[in-house]
């Protein structure tokens, strides 16, 4: 970074510290307002018509009955869409509302407002839609390479094809001493966040819309929506209402072109709240894989080269499919030094939900695929999982898949180390059930129970890679807000729970040396912030709001230069005060700045990256690279395949701890995600239908399920990122699982090979 | 059908609710209590957990027409005063607790429950009292460091 940070003249509250969040007292009072909770006078509720069928023609609508209901104010169709018919994050092609052809089940058809939720609902049941079902295409290898298989989009089947070649693999398939092959699977995750998809829809006096949703990337829905409403963008106004997480399910579009078209058809303001069972078909999952890995070795362990194939369903449409892609094609051997790799990796449509962001997306697929394979390796050699992994650990100065050097720390062999010193828990207390597998429900008391230890690791990309140029805008301004000096921050950044509001003012208060900050209400009145994915607000955003504080104290030394004929070069700010290296004191902030306000906008973009090579996967396409290794303990009642996870060690690099509390939790968070797709969470998907599209048939962790942590932080600054930071929410999501899976392996002596695994997966293949 | 019901100390008379609307939408949707959340409307999340003449329950689960005459306390009326907080709130707040805060409402409602009956809890009790309560952001540590740390500032306030 350019300007060297304040840091060293540290504010209380500033970055390192871990204050309260600024949202946080409205969050435990239940003041804070979520999108569902929005509320406004004379509006009507909004409800969406969804198709039943994963693949069908639709040959007629008939909307009458269901605009006859009393109470009910608009029936839409596409045929009512204002402008563009189809919109995407991506690539343009999902309907609005489903014109001649639904291709998942969920697909939105047909919109009703009424005066009352249940009066909308009814409304729903009687419009009639005439459909020509169709066999759905839900087999994505059938989808990749079977040329009978219908083509569910112009351009054929496959959303993107990416290969990786580096190296030889003749060479490498050679000179191997051993090989090891394995075919894994990763079902369908959810993001279950638990604030539903909602937002409410006001129509302007100008004809425009004003637009309150929980969304994770504001202008890239505003570039979406205005065109769907035939309206300029300034005529949409958005602002981030509450959001209640997200993990890359708020990415895509949701509610929000539909409210609006109802706002603006009825002319009064709309709300429209999912519930859960809608949840589950109203936002993209993650990407079920089908992995096929082969990796060489010489005897001493040394990796020589690595194949894969990767296929992942993108499902009806193709939202973020493309990155997906990316990621698990650049990450698909991890983070190991491999002389010759050659990854074929396939996004493809299908007629199953559509799959696009979830937090690590692509990476965790990859990662459960070639840390399954580093076990099998150790197991093939007889050494230690540990040992297999330090052996081809990449560190500074490595060559990752796509030819792109790690040029920052990648201390790999130090965190495993620090991981195999970290103390194992205690055998557990057989005395007390509730330490069993099966807890309270007393199916044992200790007979058939065995511990298994299993290890992960993984490598995240952080920010968006391939050219793409997500940068960031923030707005300090800096007054006298009585007798003090306030600064207010504005960006367009999504908070999404992770606590950016919380860091934004961490910033200020080091690089300006003031004590309060307020944090504007996030809208488009500014420029874009980028999306709250890919780990990169605290870098992007963060890095937004630090150069523009760097701007504001910039012109307060120039004109306090000025004013008090020091040179510029000399002067700092702490304690609400202007200093001078050599005369002390020279004003307080408030009273310099007086009724003049100063303030600054900045763009904060990070270091241009490449485009993978179409025919090689050659090119720097990172931006930044953060590893995560876990350990994890897990007991297993072998008889009835029910599990204990006992507890989970993580190590990982940070590069710097902005604020310590809310690290954690992204750490503890991200974990217990992949807990879940481990041994809980997934969307079964039968003949291109959901069978539980509910929090009782789909599981995410409870606290029972969450065992106690162990957290080793480590602080090797990256050069290049604001504070030296590296993103933190994603990593340990991709590590948690194999690491999971391995110690499941390790209490049962069986080959597991696909996640979740369930107690079936157990009892049937124990002999 | 017209319902009384005493809400957070005061009583409120509702008009014009439908047999099949659920407390939970009677509070968030006509009295302008929307503290507590609607994550799952089915049972299986905790989020609206509410106090129904002392009992904890989950307000979704409960038909409006069942809380006539009946005593609610919802998140909204757990501090002591206007600008205070519960001693369970402070804790939520201080451990980190909060991220989304969506669970949040509904955990500290439950953590309340717990921690007023068991002012030492062990932390397999805590786990036990709070497994309807789900949280997708935390991983639970910092759940499991609030509701300790409420049950020492409880003990600690005598309350
Ligand atoms: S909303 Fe009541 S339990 Fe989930
Ligand atoms: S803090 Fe987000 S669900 Fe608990």
Redesign the pocket.
């Known amino acids: 970074m350019s300007a060297p940070a304040n840091i060293d003249a540290p504010t209380r509250d500033g970055v390192g510290d871990s204050p309260q969040r600024p949202d946080g007292i409205g969050k435990v009072t239940g003041e804070f307002a979520y999108a569902s909770d929005l509320w406004h006078d004379d509006m009507l509720w909004g409800a969406t018509l969804r198709s039943p069928h994963p693949y069908a023609r639709i040959r007629s609508i008939d909307i009458s009955a269901a605009l006859a209901h009393p109470g009910v104010y608009a029936v839409l169709t596409h045929e009512d869409v204002p402008g563009a018919k189809y919109y995407g994050l991506d690539h343009v092609d999902q309907p609005v509302l489903a014109i001649d052809t639904v291709r998942y089940q969920g697909e939105p058809v047909a919109l009703v407002a009424a005066e009352h939720p249940e009066i909308a609902r009814r409304a729903l049941a009687k419009i009639e839609v005439s459909y020509d079902v169709l066999e759905p295409l839900t087999d994505p290898r059938k989808a990749a390479f079977d040329a009978t298989a219908p083509a569910l989009h112009e351009h054929g089947n496959i959303v993107r094809h990416q290969p990786v070649r580096f190296g030889k693999i003749s060479e490498g398939q050679r000179a191997a001493e051993v090989v090891v092959r394995g075919e894994y699977q990763v079902g369908m995750q959810d993001q279950a966040f ?1 604030g539903p998809e909602a937002g409410l829809a006001v129509p302007t006096e100008d004809g425009g819309i004003e637009l309150y949703v929980a969304t994770q990337w504001m202008h890239v829905d505003l570039r979406q929506i205005a065109p769907c409403l035939a309206l300029p963008e300034d005529k949409v106004r958005m602002t981030l209402s509450g959001v ?2 997200a993990f890359g399910a708020r990415e895509d579009l949701s509610m929000q072109v539909h409210a609006a078209m109802l706002a603006l058809h009825t002319g009064k303001p709309i709300k429209i709240v999912y519930n859960r069972e809608e949840s589950f078909f109203g936002h993209v999952h993650r990407h079920p894989a089908l992995m096929r890995y082969e990796h060489g070795a010489w005897r001493d362990g040394t990796l020589v080269y690595a194949k894969a194939e990767i296929i992942l369903d993108g499902g009806a449409y193709t939202s973020s499919t493309m990155n997906v892609v990316a990621n698990a094609a650049s990450l698909g051997v991890g983070p190991y030094s491999v002389p010759h790799i050659e990854i074929d990796t396939y996004g493809v449509y299908t007629n199953n939900p559509p799959c696009g962001a979830m937090r690590g997306f692509g990476a965790v697929q990859a990662c459960y695929g070639y840390e399954s394979q580093m076990d099998r390796l150790a197991a093939e050699l007889d050494m230690h999982p540990l040992e297999v992994r330090r052996i081809n650990a990449i560190s500074q100065g490595s060559v990752l898949a796509n030819g792109q050097v790690v040029d920052t720390p990648a201390p790999l062999a130090e965190m495993l180390d620090r991981l195999a010193a970290t103390p194992q828990p205690e055998p557990a207390d057989q005395t007390d059930i509730r330490n069993l597998p099966g807890g309270a429900a007393n199916t044992t008391h200790g007979e058939g129970v065995r511990r298994g230890i299993g290890y992960g690791v993984g490598l995240k990309n952080i920010c968006f890679s391939e050219g793409a140029d997500d940068y960031s805008t923030a707005r300090v301004r800096l007054a006298a807000v009585g007798g003090e000096p306030t600064a207010l921050v504005h960006t367009a950044a999504a908070e999404v ?1 992770q606590g950016l509001v919380t860091l934004q003012g961490q910033i200020v208060r080091t690089e300006l040396g003031i004590e309060r900050v307020v944090i504007a209400p996030a809208d488009t009145q500014i420029g874009d912030a980028g999306s709250t994915s890919a780990s990169r607000q605290s870098y992007m955003t963060g890095g937004a709001v630090k150069v523009a504080c760097e701007a504001v104290r910039e012109m307060i030394f120039e004109r306090a230069a000025d004013q008090f004929g020091v040179p510029a070069d000399e002067l700092s700010l702490a304690g609400g005060k202007i200093v001078a290296q050599c005369a002390g004191v020279l004003a307080a902030l408030a009273d310099f700045l007086g009724t003049e306000p100063i303030e600054a906008v900045r763009e904060f973009h990070h270091r241009p990256t490449q485009r993978m090579d179409p025919v090689t996967g050659q090119g720097d396409s990172h931006t930044q690279l953060a590893l995560c290794v876990h350990r994890a303990v897990v007991d297993v009642d072998v008889e009835l395949g029910l599990l204990k996870v006992v507890e989970l060690a993580a190590v990982q690099d940070v590069g710097k701890v902005l604020h310590r509390n809310s690290l954690e939790g992204q750490i503890h968070g991200g974990t217990a995600q992949g807990l879940g797709l481990a041994v809980l969470e997934e969307i079964q998907v039968v003949d291109g239908l959901i069978r539980n599209p509910s929090f009782t048939d789909y599981l995410i962790p409870t606290i029972l399920d969450m065992p106690p942590m162990r957290l080793d932080i480590l602080e090797n600054p990256d050069p290049h990122a604001p504070y030296g930071l590296r993103g933190a929410g994603e990593p340990p999501t991709l590590s948690s699982t194999p690491a999971i899976a391995a110690a499941i392996r390790d209490a049962t002596g069986l080959p597991l090979t696909r996640v979740p695994i369930g107690p079936e997966d157990i009892i049937h293949s124990v002999k | 059908m017209r319902l009384t019901i005493q809400i957070n100390g005061e009583q409120h008379q509702v008009d014009d609710v439908w047999a099949g609307e659920s407390l939970l939408y009677v509070l968030r949707e006509r009295l302008g209590l929307p503290g507590s959340k609607n994550a799952c409307e089915q049972g299986e999340c905790g989020s609206c957990t509410v106090y129904l003449d002392g009992t904890a329950v989950c307000a979704c689960l409960v038909a409006a027409g069942q809380a006539q005459d009946r005593e609610v306390v919802t998140v909204e009326g757990l501090a002591p005063g206007a600008g205070e907080l519960h001693p369970v709130q402070e804790a939520f707040l201080a451990a980190g607790a ?7 409402p509904g955990l500290v409602v439950a953590a309340h429950n717990l921690v007023r009956r068991n002012p030492e809890p062990s932390d397999a009790q805590i786990r036990e009292e709070l497994a309807g309560n ?5 991983g639970y540590e910092k759940i499991m460091d609030a509701v300790r740390m409420a049950a020492a500032n409880t003990q600690e306030a005598g309350a």
């Open positions: 638990l209640g997480g729970g | 909060v991220q989304c805060g969506f669970c949040t789900l949280c997708r952001c935390t």
